[in-house]
């Protein structure tokens, strides 16, 4: 008779060993590592956003001067014709002086006029921008010369930054632009509703100012150069991007040489944004003779760095398409043409248009390669509309954020992180309308 071996001894499945507990408890810990990764970036997020409109929802809010005042016809029309050529004659310093009139009749003849205020310093509180608004408001309606009329008058920088709270009275008595006295008649002024902090659409549809008017700085040369440069590289880089994606994925032969051309194609999207702004300084405007700071080269550039992201995004669109569904149309008697374009596009359609806006979004907020192109330009004409505006010269979003941190008046740095809140609102829309499409083609489907 052989001995028995002995039947191990389990434990029941009711109690938990000590391995299982050692696992249970790795997997609450991993849980509570991945809550406080997520926690720690929503955190981070929410600083970053709110240190951007914190300081930057201000630029969207401008002090303004409003007074009533008579335009005198003999001073800005002196031949009498109400042609707006002849009356193009007289300069800003014309409107100015007229201006400065204005400003002082009225607030002397409401009595809010300060101990101390000279006339040098109630007109020190305009803007030198005021002027040429006023001409340029005068020359579109000539009918207002002889008139009352109601003046909306940009209040200088130093002003503005007073309501703000960027200057105060103790720095005041140290800036050579502005003085307290200044300052209390703004509050004069306020009190008397002759002065007002209102909603500013000048920093969305004005053009950029000089370093000594921030007050008048805008985005809209800015704004239309990206939307400039966002068509070229759609109408470019989408199509070029696509149909290289579906040729390779689905048409190619696989051999050594689709092999470089992957690598190539993967290498290009790791390259630096700074070389493409080489190659195309190189290739668009000194071989080609392009002109500089225009958005035709700006979106050329673009083009040509965001075309790796979309192949790559695309020919992973394609590839996640089950091979069933060739199969199928191939079984009931499709041509791969049609196999391709009739039932593998329209189900990668989705993923197609979430990296395609991924590209765009990142050529959105490219700088290096624009700088080089020389979209750095101080621009304040604004361009044409398309096509021949895409060879006027123009700037860029990012540029533009770029230029106004290197300024040294701080109310530049305002007009930077608004300028940040609406590329951000620009990328939000870009994103919105992928959405849309996405679910249009999903439903199509």
Not at 270 to 279: E, K, M, Q
């Amino acid at each position: 008779m052989t001995d028995m071996p002995a039947t191990p001894r389990r434990s029941s499945l009711l109690k938990l060993d000590d391995r299982t507990r050692r696992r249970n408890a790795a997997e609450r810990r991993f849980q509570i590592y991945g809550i406080l990764c997520i926690a720690i970036s929503i955190l981070a997020l929410v600083v970053l956003l709110v240190s951007i409109f914190s300081g930057g929802a201000s630029a969207f809010r401008q002090t303004y001067a409003t007074f009533e005042m008579t335009l005198p016809a003999e001073t800005l029309d002196p031949q009498g014709n109400r042609d707006p050529a002849e009356m193009a004659r007289v300069t800003t310093i014309g409107y100015q002086n007229v201006l400065r009139q204005g400003l002082v009749e009225a607030v002397r003849t409401a009595g809010i006029v300060p101990e101390g205020i000279t006339d040098a310093d109630i007109t020190g509180i305009l803007s030198p921008e005021a002027a040429a608004d006023l001409r340029n408001r005068v020359l579109a309606d000539p009918d207002l010369l002889g008139q009352s009329v109601e003046i909306d008058a940009l209040a200088h920088g130093r002003i503005d930054g007073y309501y703000k709270g960027r200057v105060t009275m103790q720095s005041a008595e140290r800036d050579a632009n502005v003085t307290p006295q200044r300052l209390q008649l703004a509050d004069a002024m306020t009190e008397n509703g002759l002065m007002a902090l209102r909603f500013n659409w000048g920093f969305v549809t004005k053009p950029d100012a000089s370093d000594q008017r921030p007050e008048a700085a805008g985005l809209g040369v800015a704004l239309l150069g990206s939307l400039y440069m966002m068509l070229v590289v759609l109408v470019l880089a989408v199509p070029i991007g696509v149909a290289a994606s579906i040729y390779l994925e689905e048409f190619a032969p696989k051999n050594r040489w689709t092999d470089v051309i992957e690598v190539n194609i993967s290498n290009l999207a790791a390259v630096p944004s700074i070389v493409f702004g080489i190659l195309g300084l190189a290739i668009f405007i000194n071989f080609v003779h392009l002109p500089q700071s225009a958005p035709i080269v700006g979106g050329l550039v673009l083009t040509l760095m965001t075309i790796p992201t979309i192949i790559i995004s695309t020919r992973a669109a394609l590839r996640a398409v089950p091979p069933s569904i060739r199969d199928a149309a191939l079984g009931v008697g499709a041509s791969r043409m049609q196999s391709v374009f009739h039932h593998v596009l329209p189900l990668a359609m989705p993923g197609i248009l979430t990296g395609t806006i991924i590209g765009l979004a990142q050529a959105l907020g490219e700088t290096a390669p624009l700088l080089l192109i020389g979209m750095v330009a101080f621009v304040r004409d604004f361009p044409d509309a398309p096509p021949a505006g895409l060879f006027d010269p123009a700037s860029a979003l990012p540029v533009q954020i770029y230029n106004w941190t290197q300024r040294a008046d701080p109310a530049f740095v305002e007009r930077s992180s608004g300028a940040i809140i609406v590329l951000l609102a620009f990328l939000l829309v870009m994103n919105a309308v992928a959405i849309i499409l996405r679910r249009r083609f999903e439903r199509r489907w």
